[in-house]
């Protein structure tokens, strides 16, 4: 059964009247100091470097910058990421704090948006309306309220899982924000190379080498010592002697809180496991299944992860919501996970807390739970509806 394109149209009328009216009584309340207690703020000090011609690394730089717009702290909030990113604050180099953060607020709304619109379109465009859950997943609100860039990592994934096979030279270079946190993808890359080996896809790959070559020369035009520079930082940052809420750091500080490898065994053990998992499966192998699986795995054991890095789960939490309304199962758990969740977040619990341990092996369960004997059960259902077309006939 399709959806009335009238009533879809009228329903996303609606959605955006109430997302413009909410987002106009927001933005006249903000004010640079809001952008300075922001995650939002080092992308802002990075673009304002840049387009000044200083090092976007530059910790006394960084801090100057981000104490003029009010921040009150005295460590600077630096960006971890790869210098691709320069890319993607440049533009924040030439605006105020506060304009910066309402244009930044505006694109990752809009990237949100748009994934949870084409992961309708991936599931039919079924008359439901479960896809609109994606706009109460709580690391994607968190990553909202934060000013982070996980949203372009939901949005890359949603447009690879939506053009793999239709466009794989766009599906790959599509991939180059998942660059910016490889460390979150270790598995799902593991998969995907065996993929497209497999099936001889090689446009995809050749997609992301051509965007990851363009992306260096254009970084490379706009600070000729942006790798450098990181390579810097990366040496002199602790990141990896604090603790994030992860399970493979939980593991690393049971065991030996100085010995930082251990938090990478996790990883490399998700790495081995996707290698058979695709093996064992690769003739019926589906991004759309298997893939969100291996997705959730790579988050489970990433070596480091923030909550609102979970917001690239979205395609396979709102997968196991139409597997489980489709197989008439109960959606009270993924409601109690996402009433918790979005609970802690609006608690304002600090995002290092060890209460966010918890949240990726949630993920994990539901998906399992809602998709669990999903081939068995389609089988059934399909054997059923040829025995009624049979009976019909008679």
């Given amino acids: 059964m399709k959806a009335n394109p009238w009533r879809v149209l009228a329903a996303a009328g609606i959605v955006a009247a109430g997302l413009c009216f909410g987002l106009g009584v927001y933005v006249v309340g903000l004010s640079d100091k809001n952008a300075s207690e922001r995650d939002f703020i080092q992308y802002w000090a990075a673009g304002q470097q840049l387009a000044h011609g200083a090092n976007p690394y530059d910790f006394a730089g960084i801090l100057q910058r981000e104490r003029a717009a009010g921040y009150e702290g005295n460590e600077p909030r630096v960006t971890l990421s790869p210098p691709i990113v320069l890319l993607l604050v440049l533009p924040l180099g030439y605006v105020g704090p506060k304009t910066g953060l309402i244009l930044w607020l505006l694109v990752l709304l809009a990237g949100l948006l748009g994934s949870i619109g084409l992961l309708w379109r991936l599931h039919g465009s079924p008359p439901s309306g479960y896809h609109w859950i994606g706009m109460a997943f709580a690391p994607a609100l968190a990553c909202l309220m934060a000013g982070q860039i996980s949203i372009f990592l939901l949005l890359s994934v949603v447009l690879f899982l939506y053009w793999h096979q239709s466009r794989p030279w766009l599906a790959g270079a599509i991939l180059l924000p998942c660059a910016l946190k490889?460390?979150?993808?270790?598995?799902?890359?593991?998969?995907?190379?065996?993929?497209?080996?497999?099936?001889?896809?090689?446009?995809?790959?050749?997609?992301?080498?051509?965007?990851?070559?363009?992306?260096?020369?254009?970084?490379?035009?706009?600070?000729r010592h942006a790798w450098s520079e990181y390579v810097q930082l990366s040496q002199s940052n602790n990141i990896l002697h604090l603790f994030v809420p992860t399970l493979s750091e939980c593991l690393r500080f049971l065991i030996d809180r100085n010995a930082v490898w251990l938090q990478f065994i996790p990883a490399a053990a998700s790495c081995v496991w996707a290698v058979w998992y695709f093996q064992t499966r690769r003739d019926q192998w589906k991004w759309m299944e298997q893939g969100l699986l291996v997705l959730l795995v790579s988050a489970v054991c990433a070596p480091y992860a923030f909550f609102y890095?979970?917001?690239?789960?979205?395609?396979?939490?709102?997968?196991?919501?139409?597997?489980?309304?489709?197989?008439?199962?109960?959606?009270?758990?993924?409601?109690?996970?996402?009433?918790?969740?979005?609970?802690?977040?609006?608690?304002?619990?600090?995002?290092?807390?060890?209460?966010?341990?918890?949240?990726?092996?949630?993920?994990?369960?539901?998906?399992?739970?809602?998709?669990?004997?999903?081939?068995?059960r389609t089988t059934e259902d399909q054997g059923v509806k040829a025995e009624d077309a049979l009976q019909a006939r008679r």
């Fill in 309 to 376: 890095d979970e917001s690239m789960l979205l395609p396979a939490v709102l997968a196991g919501v139409y597997c489980a309304a489709d197989s008439r199962r109960s959606l009270l758990p993924l409601g109690l996970i996402a009433g918790v969740a979005l609970a802690e977040v609006f608690a304002d619990v600090q995002i290092t807390s060890p209460y966010f341990l918890w949240t990726t092996p949630a993920w994990l369960a539901w998906y399992l739970y809602a998709t669990w004997n999903r081939g068995i």
């Fill in 182 to 223: 490889p460390h979150l993808f270790l598995s799902f890359g593991v998969a995907l190379l065996l993929w497209m080996a497999t099936r001889r896809s090689y446009r995809v790959l050749a997609g992301f080498a051509a965007a990851l070559a363009a992306s260096c020369a254009l970084t490379q035009y706009l600070d």
